[in-house]
């Protein structure tokens, strides 16, 4: 059984293009139940914005903002 595949940098760039998903995924959810912890509403269209959100600085940035939002703005917002 021939298991090259499994070696050559193009198996490893959709392995990388996974976990940078699986990442963001993560960040995702992590700024949606701090946000729902603190009793934030959080509308359809923001919610989209975070799940389809694939910049993980960005993503990081919302993560940090998120426990002490007390909007979803804030999320957003630089300040």
């Not at 139940?33 to 603190?38: F, S, T, Y």
């Not at 269209?45 to 909007?71: K, N, Y």
Request: overall charge negative; aromatic content about 6%.
């Amino acid at each position: 059984m021939d298991l090259s595949f499994y070696k050559s940098s193009l198996s490893e760039e959709i392995r990388d293009e996974g976990r940078a998903e699986g990442r963001a995924e993560g960040l995702a959810r992590s700024i949606l139940l701090l946000l729902a912890q603190a009793g934030i509403d959080v509308p359809d269209e923001a919610r989209e914005r975070i799940t389809g959100c694939t910049d993980l600085d960005a993503l990081s940035r919302w993560l940090l903002r998120a426990p002490t939002a007390t909007s979803v703005e804030d999320v957003f917002t630089e300040k």
